[in-house]
């Protein structure tokens, strides 16, 4: 067991030696550009192999199958381009001089490459009409961004914001997204369906804020749903889509405000009872600590 746990590039370890360090830095750059280049690609262009008919840009898709979890290409690119831009910063924590920030940087590195590659997969298959195997590959990603969260979710807002909480909540509405197109989601049960379902992304937000007090969790999904609202709104203006996508993405931020304001003047929130004691080594809660 020891020798699977140091062979496992999951495995949760205290420190990593040299080596590691620099195969870490390697591969975090390599697939973060293949992601984004790939990302930036498929927003403008379609793919030239695959069936004709079913190839499309990113967003083309988006439009040519107005679901009930369509989204707003302008707010969802945004989105992407905000991720890309913090992976940066959380890049940079590989390469710092600050020892305590490469260990931290390096705890996540496989969970994030990992997280490049399915992402990878996932535009290459979505844009090539393959909806149901995109589908199976957030499945995958959606339980390794998982359990990343649930074994690093008190690092620094550096790290966790583009390595962890940001993927998350994207991963979570693109499962909703894809999957509606890959069953095709277009007549009154499924929307009725939708109308219950889109629920979900409320409860999953709340859970992350009651839970973990997380709201890098809550503004990002606020956001997405936002994003969901404003396309239901553009996609079919009589319907209760984009009503109920936009009560989620105010309910989400308001409450969200409400951790995130005492938890950035020190003053958090407590859902749970005191402890008279706290490890002067324990760690501390998570998004709080900015180094």
Do not use: C
């Amino acid at each position: 067991m020891a020798g699977f746990s140091q062979a496992n590039p999951f495995a949760r370890r205290e420190s990593h030696n040299v080596q590691a360090i620099w195969t870490y830095k390697v591969l975090t750059i390599l697939t973060y550009l293949l992601v984004v280049i790939t990302s930036v690609n498929y927003t403008f262009a379609h793919p030239n192999d695959d069936k004709k008919h079913w190839r499309n840009t990113i967003w083309g898709q988006n439009k040519a199958f107005p679901t009930p979890f369509a989204l707003n290409a302008l707010m969802g690119s945004l989105y992407w381009l905000a991720l890309f831009l913090s992976q940066i910063a959380y890049m940079w924590h590989l390469f710092s001089k600050n020892g305590d920030h490469v260990q931290a940087a390096a705890s996540v590195g496989s969970h994030f490459i990992f997280n490049n590659l399915l992402q990878f997969g996932w535009i290459m298959l979505f844009v090539r009409g393959h909806f149901f195997w995109s589908e199976f590959i957030l499945v995958v990603n959606f339980f390794n961004l998982s359990a990343l969260y649930f074994r690093h979710n008190t690092y620094a807002r550096a790290i966790h914001v583009p390595a962890v909480s940001g993927p998350l909540a994207w991963t979570f509405i693109a499962l909703y997204w894809n999957g509606a197109i890959a069953v095709n989601a277009h007549i009154l049960p499924a929307r009725i369906l939708a109308n219950v379902a889109i629920w979900g992304i409320l409860v999953y937000g709340l859970f992350f804020l009651i839970i973990f007090k997380d709201y890098t969790m809550g503004f990002a999904l606020s956001y997405l749903t936002a994003a969901l609202g404003v396309g239901q709104f553009f996609t079919k203006t009589i319907a209760f889509q984009w009503i109920f996508a936009f009560t989620i993405m105010a309910t989400l931020f308001v409450a969200t405000l409400l951790i995130a304001i005492p938890g950035i003047f020190g003053k958090e929130i407590s859902f749970r009872r005191d402890q008279s004691v706290v490890s002067a080594d324990q760690e501390r809660a998570p998004l709080l600590d900015d180094n």
